[in-house]
């Protein structure tokens, strides 16, 4: 079974520009969740899409977006990128269920990007 | 609002030498705990899931235990290739997102 694909695995930007990163899921798995992850602030949740709607989301600004198409890929979004957005951005994937006892979040190698 | 505080935050042991790690949690209705193992530049590999109290659970050098209150990583005999970051994440009930500690860095000295 294959596992969850992040694309790129790298980025290099420059402040005010805008990204999108994108992330495949487990074959049949229907959420997605974005964490970014950073030295100070450790793992820290985004969003989660859930069959194309944003079922959760994190304390982040608006300049964080992301979407799900109905095969379950996902993308998130960064705009007007600022030098603390740089990051290593991660992707999750989960059968999503509710009230499912296998909930268990496989990640994605992620996506490092930095901000110039 | 669901807690989690591993520790110790770093931790360096010699081949052979066993230990553990800890995972203190508050929750509201438990539906699991799952470590994770994070080598560098990489993204979290799922180790186990605990969702009961008294439940362990063992891979290879590693031992999953759970109480009420905390969950604890015994690493036996731990080889260099043991060393990584151990995250403990929560789940609660209501919430389709885990809580994630800040992990424990573990280095295994040859």
């Known amino acids: 079974k294959a596992g969850v694909t992040q694309t790129p695995r790298y980025l290099i930007k420059t402040r005010g520009q805008q990204v999108t990163l994108s992330c495949s899921p487990i074959?049949?798995?229907?959420?997605v969740s974005w964490y970014q992850q950073t030295p100070g602030q450790g793992l820290q949740f985004l969003f989660e899409?859930?069959?194309?709607?944003?079922?959760n989301k994190g304390n982040f600004p608006g300049r964080f977006s992301g979407r799900q198409f109905s095969n379950s890929r996902s993308e998130m979004n960064v705009s007007t990128l600022e030098l603390g957005d740089s990051a290593l951005y991660l992707c999750?994937?989960?059968?999503?269920?509710?009230?499912?006892?296998?909930?268990?979040?496989?990640f994605g190698p992620g996506t490092r990007l930095t901000v110039l | 609002e669901d807690q989690v505080t591993q520790s110790p935050e770093a931790l360096r042991l010699q081949e052979g030498e066993s230990s553990s790690l800890n995972c203190s949690y508050t929750v509201s209705g438990l539906r699991g705990l799952f470590w994770y193992r994070q080598d560098p530049g990489k993204g979290p590999e799922f180790l186990f899931t605990l969702y009961s109290a008294g439940e362990e659970k063992e891979k290879e050098r590693l031992k999953a235990t759970l109480t009420k209150k905390e969950s604890f990583l015994h690493i036996t005999a731990p080889k260099p290739e043991d060393s990584a970051t151990y995250l403990c994440a929560v789940w609660g009930g209501g919430s389709y997102i885990p809580t994630f500690g800040r992990g424990t860095s573990l280095i295994v000295h040859p």
């Open positions: 999750a994937s989960s059968p999503g269920l509710a009230g499912a006892l296998y909930n268990e979040q496989f």
């Open positions: 899409y859930f069959s194309e709607t944003q079922r």
């Open positions: 074959s049949g798995h229907r959420s």
